[in-house]
């Protein structure tokens, strides 16, 4: 059969063709015919098409024997550099530190044991904008919850926010009322985990944050709030802006809440401008750190993350690589492996690195920074209803003066005494706390 044109008028197929052929009454009774034929035809490889788009399909992960051998054989074969040559953190990962990684990742750590953990969870596959997205999805049995849309960022994963999934959706087996429960999805980012990975360029965070809607939207829900941290706060900031209807207000742990010309002098910088509190001097230092010496990482992957070959090949080097993202997180770290474990566990830290070493997205998570366009501190102008938790050890705690300016519709701000830069790991119960919390008035 010959396909029909999609643009092709109806009013083609009323032209008969040359020779005798049939009559007028006859060829009316044709063209009808061939009009509904047309739109059948016309309809029916969209229909086709979409229902194929928008399907959601379970998912599993079950990384083979294989895999696992050689990312062991990897391990062991690890060629080392000599030892830094000084007393602290300030030249990079430590020796000691990797090796005490290597060492328990090589003898002691079972991926099974996550892989379990995961595979116990209802997780599904759907296809937005030509590419797969993976993303967890819990109902809870109560009423009336609220849905809660929670986007990871980089170095993290699905694995970071495992911890506060059962406190959200089952709140009264962790200290909470009926009245708290929440439905949680969390999304895997685009070429990170278990989602596909980009072949074009274009997924920037506006990009995922209008597919995260498509993602609720197809969920079913009619309302939903937003979080997020790292990525996932610049993500959920990009929501905001967005503001659909359905979103009643969004949560961030990493808030884009410093002033310009502030974040123009930290980055120079330039010594801390006049007329700063105390609270606004500290946060100040944060970023002036930050910017001096924790960026090497985020500017290789912007301008040249292809040429991080290694993240593929070793995952030693991936572990090294993922692990200094910066100074406060990476400090405890290197607590975890020399036997003082504080908010993370040794295996938490390494289901989250065995997953991009499972999944090969070390290369294909770094292109994100090559995407964005957006400065990950400044104010996006979100117009909808925003709560912020400030933990101490993120990059810079931020001041309740600068949020305020940031977010006009600023209705829930937590300082924290304790947490860092990944607060649904380490802090889980801080985290699940302010989110009851700051979406209690809005439900």
């Known amino acids: 059969m010959t396909a029909i044109e999609p643009g092709l008028p109806v009013a083609a197929f009323d032209t008969p063709g040359p020779g005798p052929g049939p009559s007028r009454i006859a060829r009316r009774r044709l063209s009808r015919v061939a009009r509904v034929v047309a739109l059948v035809l016309l309809a029916a490889p969209c229909h086709a098409q979409s229902a194929a788009d928008t399907a959601i399909r379970p998912f599993h992960f079950h990384a083979t024997d294989e895999q696992l051998a050689d990312l062991h054989r990897r391990i062991v074969a690890t060629r080392w550099p000599e030892r830094e040559t000084v007393s602290d953190q300030s030249q990079g990962v430590q020796l000691a530190t990797m090796q005490a990684l290597a060492k328990y990742w090589a003898a002691g750590y079972d991926w099974r044991k996550c892989e379990a953990k995961l595979n116990a969870l209802p997780m599904f596959v759907t296809k937005i904008d030509g590419l797969d997205i993976q993303f967890i999805h819990v109902r809870s049995k109560e009423k009336n919850a609220l849905p809660l849309l929670i986007t990871h960022g980089w170095p993290g994963s699905i694995s970071e926010q495992l911890?506060?999934?059962?406190?959200?959706?089952?709140?009264?087996?962790?200290?909470?009322?009926?009245?708290?429960?929440?439905?949680?999805?969390?999304?895997?980012?685009?070429?990170?985990?278990?989602?596909?990975?980009?072949?074009?360029?274009?997924?920037?965070?506006?990009?995922?944050?209008?597919?995260?809607?498509?993602?609720?939207?197809?969920?079913?829900?009619?309302?939903?709030?937003?979080?997020?941290?790292?990525?996932?706060?610049?993500?959920?900031?990009q929501i905001g802006v967005l503001a659909p209807p359905e979103l009643i207000g969004i949560h961030t742990n990493m808030p884009g809440a410093v002033p310009p010309d502030i974040d123009k002098a930290a980055f120079a910088g330039a010594p801390a401008p006049a007329g700063l509190s105390a609270e606004e001097a500290g946060a100040y230092e944060q970023l002036a750190f930050f910017y001096k010496q924790g960026l090497g990482y985020a500017q290789e992957m912007k301008y040249r993350p292809q040429t991080l070959y290694a993240l593929a090949d070793s995952p030693v080097g991936l572990a090294a690589w993922m692990i200094d993202h910066d100074y406060r997180s990476y400090a405890l770290i290197a607590r975890v492996?020399?036997?003082?474990?504080?908010?993370?566990?040794?295996?938490?830290?390494?289901?989250?690195?065995?997953?991009?070493?499972?999944?090969?997205?070390?290369?294909?998570?770094?292109?994100?920074?090559?995407?964005?366009?957006?400065?990950?501190?400044?104010?996006?102008h979100v117009t909808v209803p925003v709560a912020v938790s400030a933990f101490p050890d993120e990059l810079y705690q931020a001041p309740r003066s600068w949020v305020e300016q940031a977010y006009p519709k600023l209705i829930y701000y937590n300082k924290r005494p304790k947490g860092g830069h990944f607060a649904a790991w380490e802090q889980p119960e801080f985290l699940v706390a302010d989110l009851r919390a700051a979406f209690r008035p809005l439900r």
């Open 163 to 237: 911890k506060i999934i059962d406190p959200l959706t089952n709140p009264t087996a962790h200290g909470g009322t009926a009245a708290d429960a929440f439905d949680v999805v969390i999304p895997s980012m685009p070429g990170y985990g278990f989602s596909g990975k980009p072949t074009a360029t274009g997924w920037d965070p506006p990009h995922i944050a209008r597919a995260w809607v498509v993602l609720m939207k197809r969920l079913g829900y009619t309302k939903f709030a937003a979080q997020g941290g790292d990525w996932g706060a610049l993500i959920t900031d």
């Open 337 to 380: 492996f020399d036997g003082k474990p504080e908010g993370l566990t040794r295996d938490d830290v390494l289901d989250n690195v065995t997953l991009y070493w499972l999944t090969n997205t070390g290369v294909s998570s770094a292109r994100l920074y090559a995407e964005n366009n957006a400065a990950f501190f400044a104010p996006k």
